[in-house]
């Protein structure tokens, strides 16, 4: 247990931002949803009434129990109420009872979280029986917790209707049922202990914008409710007991970004033009439907990528139906208008798709992925272009090809599109006659044969990452190695060159949506090689906005040909900072906020 | 004092159905019932808690050493071996 007095030492913790900014507030754990439990810290004057409280929910139980005893019997016969007898028991057993109000009186808890705190800790001394039936029964005891803490909680809600203001969330894992009636005015952050980039809290902290980081392993067991808590979502970082010094840092911190936040507002309608006139197009990379209201508040011109591979982790059944996919590229159509979105098709492996003798891959990055596995496992495929197809009657959707490698790769994807065409044109069904068809540059063998690959397409997607570590033969999930992943590298920059010229050339529009479009001082880069539509995560538009706002593409222009001459990722790098000097200072700033 | 020693025979073992029977068996005498596993005698359970019980994890062929003490310590003795000499009612 924590002392209230001795000041403990600060603590930081990693976990994955996935809401940007800054949140300083008091921590409020949130318990098992199943059970909404919630961990208050009650005066000591406040203990017996609590303790009182759990013994009425106790007998409430049992008296529920009884009823229940009393049914099945009369139902099926006494010989099925044993299991219920045995839940009787556990409630009038008094051993259990005991615990659970020494851990009241104990640890200044309600009697919701002593129920769980106690339950969970014989659970686990019966998960460690050898025999399994016997362990099984853990399961009985889960059940005979939820049923109390179902009763104190009707009883009395200490639940999120209770939340302080300036309060953090702080739990396993929220789910849907307990985000959704949650006040945001209430909330200042998120922190879960488990999840990562698309699980449902980051999600709903994206789509409402409040800082958040998740897969903080072991969170709920640090920190208490009340404790003050700061949150990082830019860099995934979580702040338990920050001393006065940290306290100021990120006060101080979290004043620059409202303030960052009012001119982004301001700004928003800002066309992205830059100082000698040239309009650059910004765009957003989404992944899920839900975050589409991201893509409204940033002014977006536009879903430059949205990835539906992440249907898969949302569908009911593991495997998207049409149904289901033609309801989201539905919505994503009506949300964008004219503007239009880019959705790109299944970039998944082969163990998404639960194929049958599908062996696993010793390196699934340059495996059966992507366009490879649409093609080698059509009906999946054609089943996607359909819903695509189908939505794209009501409104602006464009259908982009991920790790092409080879032009009879698309020719083959045409003609499967072709076919779905026809074949809903038969049934009668309304789609759209006449989509357009991008290809995915992101392997060298792509930029390599750009022109040709232009011939048989619409529009190119510069996929940066994929491209660069590809191309400089690095695994940026390789620590050895991951230093070596460089988007300044003069080889990068020559090929993006290449795919820029040969886009031009052919007269096909081309769109960067890796992270470098993200990046100011990259972004310049990007300009000068001759791209003008970035698509990016939202949040990165108002930096990008303005850095374009206060720079001129000539001198974009004259940078990004220096750079392509040079010969070490050094060298550019040193060129690019020494030249940000004379682009303005006001650029200076735009491009060390980024 | 009465100390007996008899062997788990139902297929199931202490189960929760079976641990059910046990306890509400021993609550309904007045004397003080506890288990305990005969290799593990310092481990005792008492027989009127149904989760002291169920943690003993009594499987199948397990000895359980039974221990009755109060005024109708004998009465409850043979009730408690002659359960579960009947495996518990189960087979």
């Given amino acids: 247990m924590r002392g209230s007095i001795r000041k403990l030492p600060e603590e930081r913790l990693e976990g994955i931002g996935v809401c940007p900014g800054v949140a300083i507030g008091n921590a409020f754990l949130v318990d098992d949803p199943r059970g909404r439990v919630v961990r208050v810290f009650l005066p000591k004057e406040r203990l017996e009434s609590e303790i009182l409280r759990f013994r009425d929910a106790a007998r409430a139980a049992q008296a529920q129990v009884k009823l229940d005893i009393e049914r099945v019997r009369a139902a099926l016969g006494s010989d099925h109420a044993y299991i219920l007898e045995a839940h009787l028991l556990m409630l009038q057993d008094r051993t259990l009872g005991r615990q659970i109000e020494n851990f009241i009186r104990v640890n200044h808890a309600n009697a919701e979280w002593a129920v769980r705190d106690v339950t969970q800790h014989l659970l686990e001394v019966y998960g460690q029986i050898e025999d399994e039936y016997l362990r099984e029964r853990g399961s009985d005891i889960e059940d005979v917790a939820h049923r109390i803490i179902k009763i104190l909680s009707g009883k009395e809600q200490r639940s999120l209707n209770e939340l302080a203001d300036n309060s953090i969330l702080v739990a396993d894992d929220l789910l849907p049922s307990v985000t959704a009636d949650l006040d945001p005015r209430k909330v200042l952050g998120f922190v879960t202990g488990i999840g990562g980039w698309t699980s449902h809290t ?31 979502g830019s860099a995934g970082t979580v702040i338990l007991n920050p001393s006065p010094e940290t306290l100021i840092f ?75 996919q033609y309801e989201a590229y539905k919505f994503l159509a009506g949300m964008v208008g004219d503007e239009g ?63 092409v490698t080879n032009v009879d790769e698309v020719r083959r994807a045409k003609k499967i599109i072709a076919d779905v065409k026809r074949q809903l044109a038969s049934e009668g069904i309304p789609h759209k006659e006449t989509t357009q068809l991008g290809v995915m540059i992101e392997v060298p063998a ?28 690095v695994d940026r999930g390789n620590e050895n190695v991951s230093a070596l992943f460089d988007p300044m590298h003069p080889a990068v920059l020559r090929a993006i060159k290449m795919v820029s010229d040969a886009a031009a050339k052919m007269q096909i529009p081309v769109n960067v949506c890796g992270e470098m479009a993200s990046n100011p001082v990259q972004v310049i880069l990007l300009l000068g090689l001759g791209l003008r539509d970035l698509s990016m995560t939202p949040s990165a538009i108002p930096a990008i906005r303005r850095l374009v ?5 000539a001198d974009a222009e ?33 491009a060390h906020a980024g | 004092m009465q100390k007996r020693t008899v062997t788990i025979t139902n297929r199931l073992g202490l189960h929760a159905r079976a641990a059910a029977k046990l306890v509400k068996l021993a609550a309904s005498h007045k004397s003080r019932v506890t288990l305990a596993r005969a290799e593990a005698l310092q481990h005792t359970a008492d027989a009127k808690s149904i989760f002291s019980v169920l943690l003993l994890a009594a499987t199948q062929n397990t000895l359980i050493e039974i221990t009755v003490e109060g005024p109708d310590e004998e009465l409850a003795m043979d009730a408690l071996c002659r359960l579960i000499a009947e495996k518990f009612g189960e087979e």
Avoid: C, W
């Avoid at chain 1, 790109?344 to 990055?365: I, V």
């Avoid at chain 1, 022109?451 to 590809?470: C, P, V, W």
């Avoid at chain 1, 706002?549 to 593409?553: A, G, M, P, Q, T």
């Fill in chain 1, 202 to 232: 980051a999600i709903i902290a994206r789509s409402v914008n409040i800082p958040a980081v998740v897969g903080v392993r072991g969170i709920t067991e640090r920190v208490r409710s009340g404790e003050t808590v700061i949150i990082d």
């Fill in chain 1, 250 to 324: 990120y006060t101080e911190e979290r004043q620059r970004q409202r303030q960052q936040a009012l001119y982004d507002i301001e700004e928003r309608e800002l066309p992205a033009i830059t100082l000698d006139n040239h309009e650059i197009r910004l765009r957003a990379n989404i992944e899920l439907i839900e975050e589409i209201d991201t893509y409204q508040r940033f002014n977006a011109a536009g879903v430059g990528l949205y990835r539906s591979e992440f249907l898969y982790s949302q569908a009911e059944s593991g495997q998207p139906t049409e149904e289901e």
């Fill in chain 1, 341 to 403: 979105a880019v959705i790109r098709t299944f970039d998944l492996g082969g163990d998404k798709l639960h194929l049958e003798g599908f062996k696993a891959e010793r390196n699934p990055a340059i495996g059966m992925r992507a366009i490879r596995l649409s093609l080698s496992v059509e009906p999946v495929f054609r089943t996607q272009v359909r819903a695509i197809l189908r939505a794209a009657a009501l409104g602006d959707l464009k259908i982009l090809l991920p790790f």
């Fill in chain 1, 446 to 473: 792509a930029v390599m044969m750009a022109e040709a690959l232009a011939r048989e397409s619409d529009f190119f997607s510069l996929g940066t990452n994929d491209l660069i570590q590809s191309l400089l033969a």
């Fill in chain 1, 549 to 553: 706002r206060s720079i001129k593409l």
């Fill in chain 1, 558 to 590: 004259a940078l990004a040909a220096k750079a392509l001459s040079l010969d070490t990722p050094a060298a550019v790098r040193h060129h690019v900072q020494t030249h940000l000097n004379d682009l303005g200072s006001e650029l200076l700033a735009a």
